[in-house]
């Protein structure tokens, strides 16, 4: 099995380019906003402790993010492997992973960071906020928040990727999504 991270900051393109990756590899793309609807809507015990959490206003732990990822590392079958988008987000979660992947024998395959500007960041969340009516991206505090986050705690895992061996980069920073499209699609046929 192949196990992919897709990596970068909000409004990097993540969602935009996971689909196509995960078509042209034969992966299973793992969001962890959608497992969490999913096991919610299944109503499974992972999904009760999470939808107990979120309806109280707290963040979903680690624990039952990773328990729903090794589910379903478990249970998708016919695939090549996984393509992992919204996870890992800081250090304590790539450990987490490498642990689970290890005692599968397995490891992470490589890392695709999504390379962009915080000013093109903005401008595209600002855009998607206007298109989608995404409340929660068009105050410009609520953005900000967002990239310092990143930067704080999931920019962090370059340095852990590197040190792996399993960090590769692409250039998203240009408007032309067939174009950035190209450029991953590139960078996943160097890491095999």
């Not at 988008?85 to 250090?91: E, I, S, Y």
């Given at each position: 099995m192949k196990y992919y991270i897709l990596f970068g900051p909000p409004g990097?393109?993540?969602?935009?380019?996971?689909?196509?990756?995960?078509?042209?590899?034969?992966?299973?793309?793992?969001?962890?906003?959608?497992?969490?609807?999913?096991?919610?809507a299944a109503g499974t015990e992972l999904g009760r402790q999470a939808k107990t959490l979120i309806d109280a206003g707290s963040l979903v732990p680690d624990s039952v993010v990773e328990g729903m990822i090794e589910s379903a590392f478990d249970t998708i079958k016919g695939v090549d492997?996984?393509?992992?988008?919204?996870?890992?987000?800081?250090?304590?979660?790539?450990?987490?992973?490498?642990?689970?992947?290890?005692k599968r024998g397995e490891s992470v395959t490589g890392v695709v960071s999504l390379m962009i500007e915080d000013e093109t960041i903005r401008k595209r969340i600002a855009h998607r906020a206007a298109?989608?009516?995404?409340?929660?991206?068009?105050?410009?505090?609520?953005?900000?928040?967002?990239?310092?986050?990143?930067?704080?705690?999931?920019?962090?895992?370059?340095?852990?990727?590197?040190?792996?061996?399993?960090?590769?980069?692409?250039?998203?920073?240009?408007?032309?999504?067939?174009?950035?499209?190209?450029?991953?699609?590139?960078?996943?046929?160097?890491?095999?």
């Open positions: 990097a393109g993540k969602g935009t380019h996971a689909g196509a990756v995960a078509q042209k590899y034969n992966l299973k793309h793992i969001s962890t906003g959608e497992l969490l609807r999913a096991e919610i492997g996984f393509l992992l988008d919204g996870f890992p987000r800081n250090l304590a979660q790539a450990r987490d992973l490498d642990a689970i992947l290890e298109i989608e009516g995404r409340a929660d991206d068009a105050s410009e505090a609520t953005i900000n928040n967002r990239i310092q986050t990143y930067h704080a705690q999931t920019e962090p895992l370059i340095a852990f990727y590197k040190a792996a061996g399993k960090y590769h980069e692409a250039d998203v920073n240009g408007w032309d999504i067939e174009t950035n499209r190209a450029r991953v699609l590139a960078v996943m046929e160097q890491i095999g």
